[in-house]
């Protein structure tokens, strides 16, 4: 339960490129002279599309919590995702740490069905991902609020009083209010900042319910020419699930990216992780503030960098 209502969360800011929001209905005050409901369209296909057909990448994730940090190098494929740990609060394993790596690694290479498991549950997560990218026109109405000095359009966004949701993912929009930031020459939603107005409550307060004053924070980045990715997810939550308290505090962000071969198995990638881990980076990865997010930066790629213009989210 506990992952479905994070999931319900960062889902929808997890995978904000769809567009959060709406196509805009521009707060049921007419026609939008504008076109940005057609823009805020756009971006929800472009994010469709992603997910429907993503492309892989290797690279770090870190995420932070507060009792500490971990860092992880992770590789995509075809199939599904692979990753290692390969730091503790910025610091390399110890060797008791390691031997746990190389455990888990080991099982799902030899043992087929938790292989199976693993990668069923990440295709399980990106079809709940789908789905809620498919409400999200139905679920918010949104507002113009005016461009930014580096161009980014401002929307502020608001639950859609007459959306009835259908499934738990979906009933934390009811709660959900904010703003987002798009770049519109890409037609990509590049950040978003947003608060829980209100308690939202799972399956009528009996399985869970997450209390309002809840905040988000997600930015994505740019890493290459036309790929767009979620480097930054911020959630700072409570809430209760059955008969216990709720509560998520965590930081995520994801950087040097680089990209994997079309061809590489799930398989290949696990043993890449068991035989030659990568190496902690030199620098420890970051998580910037939403009020400072770069949105477009220089992000190093198969060792070339790919210069982009800077854009903070305010």
Known sequence: MEK?????????????????????????????????????????????????????????????????????????????????????????????????????????????????????AQHDEAERRLKMIRNLPDAFF????????????????????????????????????????????????????????KDVSFGWGILGKLHKGGRYEVAQTEIRPGVWRITTLNLDLKGRVLFSSLRILRRESSSAFAATAHDLSYRDALLRLLNDPPSPPAVPVTTPTAAGQPVRSHSQVSGSTVSHRTAHAH
């Open 4 to 120: 479905t209502v994070m999931l319900a969360l960062a889902v929808l800011l997890l995978h904000e490129g769809a567009p959060l929001m709406t196509p805009a209905q521009n707060g049921g005050r007419g026609p939008d002279p504008h076109g940005y409901d057609v823009l805020i369209r756009r971006c929800a296909e472009h994010e469709t599309s992603d997910l429907q057909s993503p492309r892989q990448f290797e690279f770090m994730e870190k995420l932070e919590w507060s009792w500490g940090s971990e860092t992880r190098a992770v590789i995509e494929t075809a199939e599904g995702r692979a990753d290692r740990i390969v730091s503790f609060n910025d610091q390399p394993l110890a060797a008791d740490q390691q031997a746990k790596q190389r455990q888990r690694l080991l099982k799902l290479l030899n043992n087929s069905k938790a292989a199976r498991s693993e990668i069923a």
């Open 142 to 197: 949104m507002e113009y609020s005016g461009a930014e000095p580096d161009g980014r359009l401002r929307f502020d966004f608001q639950p859609n009083p007459e959306f009835a949701p259908y499934n738990r993912e979906t009933q934390v929009y009811k709660g959900m209010r904010g703003s987002l930031w798009i770049d519109a020459a890409a037609e990509r939603i590049v950040g978003v900042k947003g608060v829980l107005f």
